[in-house]
């Protein structure tokens, strides 16, 4: 039984990449650095770390007329006031409406291709200058799931007290992973408890944003930080990504009747408050079934699976499931 959120100084991670399914987990992030006001102190500089034939530096215009490159790299962002337990005046819509804000930390930014060791030294440098307490890594990955039903999320953590607080599971996954599993492990070593957040996303609507994914990732952010996230049009956003899905399949029989066989196999398995256990075991099933993993192509953040039908098993990624 969950005994309420997390305590002390918090650090809430997402990486753009291929644990950032319909662009849903880096979304959630950034609506959360949004919502507390959070500003950017520091950064991992990406030359070392990042491929940027996966995440391509953007060209911009500036206000000049002048054009300049924006390299991905990490960021680091920090709170800008005071934790406070006082509710805020109903008129401020926009703000956070807890008083936990003062205690949550973000780092958000391109996935790291290589170095991870060295990227982890600097991760927890990070980490430790700022003292933190615990690190919620925040992921969303590709699955077979329908969009028409709530889309499920599930916690892991290898802490005990984490475990007991949250209600979360521990994972007892072997095998290859990915680079939040390694910062987790190491963050652990390091005395930072941390715990996993995942979200999973129809894999048949890979190209666009999930919108829906996002609104299910900051309601369970909530709960766990304490702090109240304004979700804004989000949700109009979501009504209308499912609309627009059930219009491109009403005209495809074959796709309709997938989609059915996935919503059946959803309400028999789990209903919106199922075990996150549940959850856990069937994002590590994904993993153990995948197979080699072609590059991607172009600077989407979000993995290129086929068009819609069914998952093939080279659209997962090795830090998939939960830590």
Not at 6 to 31: L, N, Q, Y
Not at 103 to 116: H, M, Q, T
Not at 117 to 134: K, P, Q, S, V, W
């Amino acid at each position: 039984m969950a005994r309420g959120p997390i305590e002390g100084r918090i650090m809430v991670v997402a990486f753009e990449g291929w644990t950032d399914a319909g662009d849903a987990a880096s979304g959630a992030v950034r609506k959360l650095i949004e919502a507390c006001e959070l500003e950017a102190f520091d950064e991992i500089e990406p030359e070392d770390f990042v491929d940027f034939a996966l995440h391509r530096p953007v060209v911009r215009t500036l206000e000049d007329g002048t054009r300049a490159l924006q390299w991905p790299a990490t960021i680091a962002y920090a709170p800008t006031r005071p934790s406070s337990r006082t509710a805020l005046a109903a008129d401020a819509g926009l703000d956070v409406s807890s008083g936990n804000e003062g205690e949550v930390f973000a780092l958000v930014g391109a996935e790291p291709s290589r170095n991870w060791t060295a990227f982890a030294a600097e991760f927890l440098e990070i980490a430790r200058g700022c003292e933190i307490d615990a690190i919620v890594f925040v992921g969303a990955m590709l699955a077979d799931v329908p969009h028409t039903r709530p889309i499920s999320t599930s916690i892991t953590s290898d802490s005990a007290e984490l475990q007991s607080r949250l209600g979360a599971v521990a994972s007892d996954y072997e095998g290859p992973t990915g680079v939040m599993s390694v910062l987790a492990l190491l963050a652990g070593e390091a005395g930072i408890a941390t715990a996993s957040l995942w979200a999973s996303v129809p894999h048949y609507v890979h190209n666009a944003s999930a919108p829906k994914a996002v609104v299910a990732l900051l309601d369970r952010l909530s709960e766990l930080l304490d702090v109240t996230i304004p979700l804004g049009d989000l949700p109009e956003q979501a009504g209308e990504w499912e609309r627009g899905i059930d219009e491109i399949t009403e005209r495809d029989d074959e796709m309709r009747a997938y989609i059915g066989k996935l919503e059946e196999q959803r309400d028999a398995v789990e209903s919106p408050e199922a075990s996150g256990e549940a959850i856990a075991n069937e994002f590590e099933r994904f993993l153990r079934d995948q197979g080699p993993k072609p590059p991607r192509q172009g600077g989407s953040s979000t993995p290129p699976p086929p068009s819609a039908g069914p998952r093939t098993d080279d659209q997962l990624d090795d830090d998939a499931p939960p830590v």
